[in-house]
């Protein structure tokens, strides 16, 4: 098979190209995990109120993965990913109003924060 010098030069250039670029940094994206502040050891929540969760954003780095957060509730350590109790907004915020769900009482409810990555409160209680 026999290239053309055109044909040489276009692949020659393409090659060196991908190189160039390959070497080039890719931009620093930090995972961002940050803690749960509220509600925290020793909180009563009871169904059908309204609170605040809370998190700790100080420490947030510049380039985040994913800003968009939702909030979860579990109990025993399972997520009920099919109902969260809020959704779709800055993880940057801190805080985000959530209603208590009509749920079984109970004193091993966690608050899962999800956005770059996921990071549960301590274990709490919600009572009817």
Known sequence: MMFTMQQLSVFSFLLSFLAVVSALPLAVRDVFVPPVTYPHAGTV???????NVTWDTSNAPA????????????????????????????ILRG???????????????????????????????ITK
């Open 95 to 125: 805080h985000i109003e959530v209603k208590v769900p009509n749920v079984e009482p109970g004193h091993d409810y966690t608050i899962v924060l999800f956005g770059d990555s996921g990071n549960d409160s301590a274990e709490f209680t």
């Open 45 to 51: 929540w009871k169904v059908g109120q309204h609170h």
């Open 63 to 90: 380039q985040i993965t994913n800003k968009v957060g939702k909030v979860v509730l579990a109990k025993g350590g399972i997520l009920d990913y099919e109902h969260p109790l809020a959704k779709d907004f800055d």
